[in-house]
């Protein structure tokens, strides 16, 4: 069986698919990439469908060996990715062989990367989903020692294929619409929240991410804590105390702070994406201008597959030249994993 | 998300519930994902297969329709030990003496009451329980760090909470059952649903070690 070994983690890790649908009427969140473009990015590039596990690392990175011969496939920020000491290119697939060892580091851009196997990765498989939840004990934790299975007996894939870097990893502003607590506050905050501007902040993880306005505060409502009611990712919600969070895919299933407003489905990557610091505004768009865009992301991530292109290489840089067989010319590939 | 009252009451709750039940019953099927909730509900809707007019005018025709006093009663009824002692139960003597009543007294409240699942929340399998005596108008704990393991029974401003995994915690728990209402590895994986009814009965620590958990699902009924 080929597998990927986990050497060395640099930073938190997770296993990430679509996550658990279904389930948030039993309290289970939803979770799932936190980035659904990048991990739709990883699936065309392996031709792989939308079910697929990757690897989510949250900056940090890891080194890896691998057991066997396959095809894998990074997506999401950039990070730095070296193949027996070989720099190779992010957001495109290569073959990794029998005790070569992959090193993933240095976050360039974005904060949330991926790692793809074919097939996607072979773990427990819970409520539907193989994503990582930590703090329920759901999902396999990839930890040092832990082999990273590909669930496809197919293990050649095209390799040196490339997508284009998206556009979304420099963005200024955040599409929102209003949400069922948002007459609950005045009208002057909802008027500041498109006015004026918000910092990124560095306090964030999978659950969400928290932002400081620029100048102003949002006054908390006192007194008027709520019954909890379900969440969403992407609601802003605003703390008893005033403190101002995104809502992200590994939220709670039900809270009981209110929330201003939700970003829309499609901008959920560039805020998943968006590193500490980065200055950005709202920008209030209607519920129909919300599901044009949904419909626009949902057929960008269809096209995926037909934006695939091949990277263009110097053959004095291709290591792994050595390993074509340029003879035979018959290359089955399935199943087969010794060299 | 529809909103049925601004707080926890038995009629708020049921309209919550037999609404999920008309959605559940019609199988509409641009809904992905329905949410019940204490006073509210959340349908989560594919925007590639409906607009979103629909979906309001759907929703709004749906709740025209008129609330049957059925719903009040349909859940299924459950009696669940709980150890209210020593390790089990840490916070009972700090709840007892905000109540005013003996921790005997007070066991056999907490037992004496007729609690429906609100609502499923926060962590998986974890129920809200409804509603409490006053003598359970007990605030939440300022810190937020107590962990609270898998089976705990917390109280605080009249419900009572009962977990399935370990969460941390600003409620006072009073005890812990034997009974998990989570299993991973088997379907269904959750005991409890929104609208059962529930009665605690109180157990010793013996009792508690002795308990037989799979068979406790089998004598509810679930395989």
């Known amino acids: ?339 | 998300m529809v909103t049925f009252g601004d707080s926890y009451s038995i009629e708020t709750n049921s309209r919550v519930l037999e609404f999920d039940r008309k959605l559940a019953i019609d199988g509409v099927p641009w809904v992905v994902e329905v949410v019940p909730a204490i006073r509210s509900i959340l349908i989560r809707v594919d925007p590639l297969s409906i607009e979103m007019e629909k979906v309001e005018s759907f929703l709004l025709e749906l709740l025209s329709k008129p609330f049957s006093d059925k719903a009040m009663d349909h859940g299924r009824k459950f009696e669940i030990p709980v150890c209210y002692e020593g390790k089990f139960g840490p916070d009972l003597e700090y709840v007892a003496t905000k109540s005013g009543l003996t921790k005997e007294k007070l066991i056999e409240l907490h037992c004496s009451c007729n609690l429906r699942v609100a609502c499923l929340g926060f962590a998986p399998g974890l129920s809200y329980l409804a509603q409490l005596p006053k003598e359970f108008k007990i605030p939440r704990k300022v810190s937020y760090n107590t962990t609270a393991l898998p089976g705990s029974i917390l109280v605080a401003n009249r419900q009572t909470v009962f977990t399935a995994t370990e969460i941390p915690t600003g409620w006072s728990i009073i005890g812990r059952s034997p009974i998990i209402g989570f299993r991973v590895d088997q379907s269904p994986h959750f005991l409890l649903q929104p609208g059962d009814e529930i009665r605690f009965y109180p157990i010793s620590e013996e009792e508690y070690s002795n308990f037989n958990t799979a068979q406790m699902w089998d004598s509810y009924g679930i395989a």
């Open chain 1, 1 to 339: 069986m080929a597998s990927l070994e986990i050497l060395e983690l640099l930073g938190p890790v997770t296993i990430q698919d679509k996550g658990r649908i279904g389930y948030q009427r039993y309290g289970v969140p939803r979770g799932g990439a936190m980035d659904h473009y990048a991990l739709a990015e990883g699936q065309a590039l392996l031709g792989d469908d939308p079910e697929t596990a990757a690897l989510e690392f949250q900056f940090g990175g890891g080194t890896f060996v691998s057991h066997g011969t396959m095809t894998l496939a990074t997506s999401g920020g950039q990070m730095e990715i070296l193949l027996d000491q070989k720099p190779l290119p992010w957001r495109s697939t290569f073959t990794i062989y029998p005790n070569q060892v992959l090193q993933i580091r240095k976050t360039r851009s974005g904060i949330y990367s991926y790692l793809h196997l074919p097939g996607g990765i072979d773990s427990s498989k819970i409520l539907g989903s193989r994503s990582t939840h930590i703090a329920s004990g759901l999902g396999d934790v990839p930890k040092v020692g832990y082999h990273l299975s590909p669930l496809s007996e197919n293990l050649f894939r095209k390799e040196g294929l490339t997508l284009p870097a998206p556009e979304y990893f420099n963005v200024e502003a955040l599409r929102i619409v209003y949400g069922p607590h948002s007459e609950l506050f005045s009208d002057s905050d909802r008027k500041n929240l498109t006015l004026k501007r918000f910092r990124m902040s560095s306090s964030r993880n999978r659950m969400g991410a928290r932002i400081n306005p620029i100048d102003w505060k949002i006054s908390a409502l006192a007194g008027k804590t709520l019954v909890s009611d379900p969440i969403v990712a992407g609601d802003i919600q605003v703390a008893a105390d005033g403190t101002t969070a995104i809502l992200l895919a590994e939220s709670q299933p039900t809270g009981g702070y209110p929330r201003i407003a939700s970003v829309i489905t499609s901008d959920l990557p560039k805020v998943a994406q968006m590193q500490p610091g980065t200055e950005f505004k709202f920008q209030l768009v209607s519920n129909r201008e919300a599901q044009i865009e949904f419909k626009k992301s949902s057929s960008r991530i269809s096209d995926l597959s037909h934006s695939l292109k091949p990277l263009v290489r110097d053959p004095f840089q291709m290591q792994d030249l050595l390993h074509y067989n340029f003879i035979s010319g018959v290359t089955k590939g399935e199943g087969n994993d010794s060299y």
